[in-house]
């Protein structure tokens, strides 16, 4: 019924994430927000303490920056035990970087190696620039 759920939202957020996404400020940075692996979720929740305004994506003025995210992803089987069922996991992340510029778009990724979660920041040449920590984990 979870796998449902969350298959459905996501479904819903890929519907709606085309439309009604606005054009990045030139003079502000631009981060996306992309999840590595099927049926997994990636929100923005924080910047600097303060709620994003969109969960979509996050867009900042230049300078240093944390961002907070909500990363939602099932751990297989495999990873558990031979007859378990997956376990979703609940995830927030935090992420500090001192530079970001105007008018650069940045991206993102998070991913999961069995129960950990990561995310790493990209720049627009595809190098990394920072890699955020988790802040704490639940079942679903």
């Given at each position: ?11 819903t ?12 400020d030139?003079s502000?940075?631009?981060i ?11 929100q923005a929740?924080?910047v600097d303490?303060?709620?994003a305004?969109?969960?979509?994506y ?5 300078g ?14 495999t ?18 970087f ?10 993102l ?7 950990r979660?990561w995310a790493?920041l990209y720049d627009?040449?595809?190098?990394v ?5 988790p ?6």
């Amino acid at each position: 019924m979870r796998k449902l759920m969350l298959t459905a939202s996501l479904m819903t957020l890929a519907g709606c994430a085309g439309f009604g996404m606005p054009a990045p400020d030139p003079s502000q940075a631009w981060i996306d927000l992309e999840s590595r692996q099927q049926d997994t979720a990636l929100q923005a929740l924080e910047v600097d303490a303060r709620a994003a305004v969109d969960k979509r994506y996050f867009e900042v003025q230049p300078g240093s920056h944390e961002l907070k995210v909500r990363y939602q992803f099932p751990v297989e089987a495999t990873n558990i035990g031979p007859d378990a069922e997956p376990l979703w996991r609940d995830c927030r992340l935090s992420l500090t970087f001192k530079d970001f510029n105007a008018g650069e778009r940045y991206q993102l990724q998070a991913g999961n190696i069995g129960f950990r979660p990561w995310a790493k920041l990209y720049d627009q040449q595809r190098k990394v620039v920072g890699q955020a920590k988790p802040a704490g984990c639940q079942r679903t």
